[in-house]
């Protein structure tokens, strides 16, 4: 499974890229405007940094306005995928969009009926939003199965993209699922490095090293 960080921080891209675990980033206007700086030059930066997919999204409503949008933002690099929003000129744009060639991202999917009308638009990949859907009581897992099944059924290339993930446990449950990515922000990536096991364990090898250099030196 591959791992997108879902941020569009650059201390946490370059603690990311210095790991060697990061295979893209997502990010979204709400990322965005958390970092407060100008988007498209925050964009580059990241571009600068990350060799895989980039996500950036569109903010029109309309599907030419999405498509004007789309153009110069995938100029910023060749690995930029277009963030669409799942609706009816979502879609339109989506198959515009792939037939000029420009990968799509199709966001706040909520349904696995959305999933399989955007990849028949020709989107890249899908964004089920996981968290947001167990946050009204759903089941957001439930929801990237059905889609992974739908996708083996009829072999679409459209790669799912676990998003809105909350905690470790939405990320290895994707993990079995199998969808193709995982997209985390950078406290869960942090998360899914740490066990209280293994800080005990570290903590009583280096105590049992001192012991045995202090024993040595009597
Ligand atoms: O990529 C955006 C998505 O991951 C949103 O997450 O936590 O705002 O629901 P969240």
């Known amino acids: 499974m591959k791992i997108f960080l879902d941020t ?83 879609l339109i744009a989506v198959r515009r969009l792939a037939g000029r060639g420009i990968r799509t991202n199709v966001t706040l999917v909520f349904s696995s009926s959305q999933a399989l009308l955007a990849a028949k638009a020709g989107a890249s990949y899908v964004s089920p939003f996981v968290g947001r859907i167990d946050d009204i009581s759903g089941d957001g897992m439930e929801i990237v199965g059905e889609i992974a099944a739908i996708f083996n059924n009829y072999l679409f290339r459209t790669e799912i993209i676990v998003a809105s993930i909350r905690h470790p446990l939405h990320f290895v449950q994707s993990a079995v699922i199998g969808a193709h990515i995982a997209t985390v922000p950078f406290s869960v990536l942090e998360k899914l490095m740490k066990h209280p096991l293994t800080d005990r364990g570290i903590d009583a090898f280096s105590k049992d090293w001192e012991k045995l250099k202090r024993s040595l030196k009597k």
């Open 8 to 90: 569009a921080n650059i201390q946490e891209i370059k603690r990311a890229v210095e790991l060697g675990l990061i295979d893209g980033v997502t990010t979204n206007p709400s990322l965005l405007s958390k970092e407060g700086k100008e988007p498209v030059s925050q964009l580059r930066e990241i571009v600068r940094l990350v060799k895989g997919p980039i996500s950036a999204e569109v903010v029109s409503m309309d599907a030419d306005g999405m498509v004007k949008e789309a153009v110069p933002l995938a100029k910023l690099g060749k690995n930029i995928v277009i963030k669409v929003p799942m609706c009816e000129q979502g």
